[in-house]
């Protein structure tokens, strides 16, 4: 089993806080709100890196760091926000096993970014299908059930919409600013 983190336990007393101050702990927190829970972090750090570091840094070429999907190849590179988001869900499966996230799309640049499981598809299709909502499934994977959440991965910056609408190996050309443009799965072990 691999090693908790101070991540897994700064999110356990995060969760068991969310009870309430000077409530007795639950014995339990439902999926929904674990899962709810770790997805709200998830956001605030794509949107924020998106924002506040790679629109900062302008049209590739136009500065002395440079996003780029080849940035290991580049001087100066910087990670796209996709490529950040992997790089941290890498890093928590090194030290947790108590959860999995990734960030999938119906029409993905990268092909490993697509849906693998007929719930993960169906999330995916829920959220476009009904913006602002989220997913919740059950599926079972070999010899364990999961709780699968699938929430909306929205284009907040023109930033985003550019980099997929303009890439040689999108599927879809037209996104806009707000515009689901896949999702984030998120899966724990019932």
């Known amino acids: ?6 991540l897994s336990l700064t999110l356990a007393f995060s969760l068991v806080g969310l009870a309430g101050c000077g409530e007795k702990p639950a014995a339990g927190i439902a999926p929904e709100k674990y899962t709810d829970s770790l997805f709200a972090v998830m956001k605030a750090d794509r949107t924020n890196y998106t924002k506040l570091i790679v629109k900062r840094l302008g049209p590739k070429g136009a500065n002395v760091i440079k ?3 080849h940035w290991k190849d ?3 590179g ?3 926000p996709a490529q950040m988001f992997r ?5 928590v499966a090194d030290m947790t096993d108590d959860f999995t996230y990734s ?3 119906l029409w993905p ?5 697509a849906p693998k499981t007929p719930v993960e598809e169906a999330g995916l299709q829920y959220i476009v299908d009904n913006p602002g909502e989220n997913y919740y499934g059950e599926e079972k994977l070999g010899d364990v059930t999961y709780f699968t959440a699938v929430y909306p991965d929205v284009a907040v ?5 550019s980099c997929h609408n303009d890439h040689k190996d999108t599927p879809k050309t037209d996104f806009k600013v707000g515009d689901v443009m896949g999702g984030v799965v998120i899966r724990v072990p019932l």
């Not at 089993?1 to 101070?6: A, D, E």
């Not at 640049?109 to 970014?113: R, S, Y």
């Not at 910056?157 to 919409?161: K, P």
């Open 109 to 113: 640049i990268n092909k490993q970014n």
């Open 78 to 80: 910087a990670m796209l």
């Open 103 to 105: 960030l999938q799309s």
């Open 67 to 69: 996003p780029d999907e």
């Open 157 to 161: 910056s023109d930033a985003c919409t």
């Open 87 to 91: 790089a941290g869900a890498e890093a």
């Open 74 to 76: 580049i001087e100066n």
């Open 1 to 6: 089993m691999k090693n908790k983190s101070l």
